[in-house]
């Protein structure tokens, strides 16, 4: 269920963006930046990192300063940062020499450089909060610099890192009101990414949202990714099996929820009136340390805010018990599902 970046996660109601459709992963991704990767990509991230440890780190801060102040070159480190994170590949050092390179040289960021880093930040959901707090005072100096594709990539990255203390000080809903007064400027992409954010901000600060032209065109895209919404073929194989499980024969595949913001996978009523959202979760949901990626822990917590239990499979791990015969393949959802 997943809209939101531009994947299946969330199929978005659409996956990603979906949150994205299933909430998507698109909604997780930034502007141009995201997808997480395979194993292939996986090492391609592991070959960069470790080839430039904190020497190469250092330079991307370096890099910052060349040809110097803001309208010199674009600093490394954000792209650096960014192309690891897209290809979902984590590693935590070098992520921390990145940063530490990167910090004397913030005021250097240009609008692109700071949604970049962000949303890089957020991807695998790593967080110095010194940094962040040093990254978004820069930020709201050039608020009023950042092109649509760079709010809606901030936006995203702030909900999904579910930090309310730097909406509070960013204020980028009330950057986007003041930006525009319509959806023209935004891709449908950064528009599922807004309506990601929305319906966070409304989590925790239910009268906060967008501009009802903007949110109405951010919900339209955002259900146009949900309408695309289809079962896989390993769904169905989960589903089967859910289905014969004590108090789970009304299972439904790609259920919409009551607003009909998201598409659930699987959704199961248990006897005792507990809502289970079970999200067959493929490699792209997964970054390369086998956790899940910013889009999807953002779409498993709105769901949850919706009181659904989120119940992860992964795709891979079920191929596993599935080759095993019918009794493996019955006892793990079983087990996931605590019956």
């Not at 005072?137 to 050039?142: E, Y």
């Not at 595949?253 to 009551?258: I, L």
């Not at 919706?306 to 079920?318: F, G, I, L």
Request: with cysteine.
């Amino acid at each position: 269920m997943q809209p939101a970046p531009p994947g299946d996660g969330m199929k978005a109601a659409p996956d990603g963006g979906a949150a994205s459709s299933r909430r998507g992963k698109e909604g997780a991704a930034p502007a141009r930046p995201y997808r997480s990767g395979n194993e292939k990509t996986s090492r391609a991230g592991e070959a960069a990192s470790s080839q430039c440890g904190k020497e190469g780190a250092a330079r991307a801060g370096d890099a910052a300063s060349s040809r110097g102040g803001k309208e010199g070159a674009a600093p490394a480190g954000p792209y650096m940062a960014w192309a690891l994170a897209k290809l979902g590949h984590v590693d935590a050092d070098f992520m921390d020499e990145l940063v530490g390179a990167a910090t004397p040289h913030l005021d250097s960021f240009n609008p692109q450089n700071l949604a970049n880093m962000v949303w890089a930040l957020a991807t695998p959901s790593q967080v110095d909060a010194d940094f962040m707090g040093k990254l978004l005072q820069v930020a709201k100096r050039q608020l009023g610099s950042f092109n649509p594709q760079g709010l809606a990539n901030m936006a995203w990255a702030l909900a999904a890192l579910d930090d309310q203390n730097t909406v509070s000080v960013l204020r980028v809903d009330a950057l986007i009101e003041h930006n525009t007064a319509s959806a023209g400027g935004f891709t449908p992409e950064a528009r599922r990414q807004l309506f990601q954010f929305s319906l966070w901000l409304k989590t925790w600060q239910p009268s906060s949202t967008l501009p009802p032209r903007l949110l109405a065109d951010c919900q339209r895209a955002w259900l146009g990714e949900v309408s695309k919404t289809t079962e896989s073929r390993t769904q169905e194989q989960v589903l089967r099996v859910i289905r014969q499980l004590p108090g789970c024969s009304d299972a439904i595949s790609e259920h919409k929820t009551d607003d009909g913001l998201f598409s659930i996978g699987i959704a199961v009523t248990l006897p005792g009136g507990q809502k289970l959202a079970v999200e067959v979760d493929g490699p792209h949901h997964f970054l390369s340390n086998r956790q899940p990626d910013g889009a999807t822990i953002m779409r498993n917590r709105l769901l949850e805010a919706d009181c659904w239990r989120v119940v992860s499979v992964p795709a891979t791990e079920w191929d596993g018990h599935y080759a095993k015969g019918e009794q493996a393949a019955r006892n793990y959802p079983a087990g996931k599902l605590g019956l």
